[in-house]
């Protein structure tokens, strides 16, 4: 065969091609007078959302196996090394490492670790590209937003600091387009961050307005409805908390007017959220991780006794 038509890609450019591709399946370049340039996040979101994590997963775990050849070629496959050295000597085809062996290898070879909330990003980010390849799921855009972008700056951090590659450095070749996207995929998550407060706060001002045109009919009814619930499903036994503003304990936290305080003299509105510990409802945004203070208590409790 002419040696015109062979294809070939190291570790290294496959994983960045991988990565480079994702970034563009994700989101799209717009010019705009105030921004300039700025992303957003792609219009078929089902289709390239889907194939941007698979090239940005698939990216990283070569990435990873490329890190593991600057140690030591051989770890990069599968099997005791003894065993992987002699059937690369008979050009025998052997499999690479899957994610976990990776991290493994990594951390006893090169000495390469993450820390705790990298391994989460690495994990979430794991958890989708499985549920995008092998079934159909619901998620919550926002949420999966900011872990693809947790992604990309942990990939970005283990270019610079473990392969010496700045993808946004004019020294790396790579199409000014992808590099402009790369540059402002911060920017348009804080952007759909500041819409998304702006619509949660718009939604609890009319709550509220309503909630106080009618408020003791309000109450009474939300009684009755937690009670009815309590007796025939027995699934509700609050139906209030402690208010974040006045301290009380009338945060509502059950029907169409969770989120305002009952307290006449406070008229607060929260955002609600579950804790992701214990799925007990707390205050927050949706898209953030937090725990009640129950869970939050109980964890303090925990390392003050450790230490």
């Known amino acids: 065969m002419a040696e015109k038509n062979l294809i070939e890609l190291s570790l290294l450019e496959n994983g960045l091609d991988f990565i480079i591709r994702g970034i563009d399946e994700l989101y799209e370049l717009y010019d705009d007078i105030e921004y300039q340039p700025y992303i957003n996040p792609v219009s078929q979101p089902q289709k390239d959302y889907k194939y941007g994590v698979l090239h940005l997963f698939s990216g990283f775990l070569l990435l990873l196996k490329e890190r593991l050849?600057?140690?030591?070629?051989?770890?990069?496959?599968?099997?005791?090394?003894?065993?992987?050295?002699?059937?690369?000597?008979?050009?025998?085809?052997?499999?690479?490492?899957?994610?976990?062996e990776a991290l493994e290898r990594l951390e006893i070879g090169p000495q390469v670790t993450f820390s705790a909330s990298d391994l989460n990003v690495i994990r979430k980010i794991q958890t989708f590209r499985n549920r995008f390849e092998h079934y159909k799921f619901l998620v919550n855009k926002l949420e999966l937003n900011k872990i693809i972008i947790?992604?990309?700056?942990?990939?970005?951090?283990?270019?610079?600091?473990?392969?010496?590659?700045?993808?946004?450095?004019?020294?790396?070749?790579i199409n000014p387009e992808i590099r402009a996207k790369v540059l402002s995929i911060e920017s348009v998550y804080k952007r759909m961050i500041d819409k998304r407060k702006h619509e949660l706060i718009t939604i609890g001002e009319r709550k509220l307005k309503k909630f106080q045109r009618n408020r003791e009919n309000i109450l009474q009814q939300l009684e009755k409805q937690a009670y009815i619930a309590y007796i025939d499903e027995g699934g509700i036994d609050d139906i209030t908390m402690m208010c974040p503003m006045c301290c009380e304990d009338t945060l509502i936290i059950y029907g169409e007017f969770a989120g305002i305080c009952s307290n006449e003299?406070?008229?607060?509105?929260?955002?609600l959220k579950t804790c992701d510990r214990c799925g007990q409802v707390t205050t927050g945004y949706e898209w953030e991780e937090k725990w009640c203070d129950n869970c939050?208590?109980?964890?303090?409790?925990?390392?003050?006794?450790?230490?």
């Open 265 to 271: 003299e406070c008229n607060n509105y929260s955002l």
């Open 69 to 100: 050849s600057h140690h030591m070629p051989e770890l990069i496959f599968q099997g005791k090394m003894e065993e992987v050295k002699r059937k690369l000597k008979t050009n025998k085809e052997l499999n690479t490492v899957t994610l976990d």
């Open 150 to 173: 947790d992604f990309i700056e942990l990939i970005d951090r283990f270019l610079i600091k473990e392969l010496k590659i700045d993808i946004t450095s004019t020294s790396f070749y």
């Open 296 to 307: 939050h208590n109980e964890i303090q409790r925990m390392a003050d006794r450790d230490d």
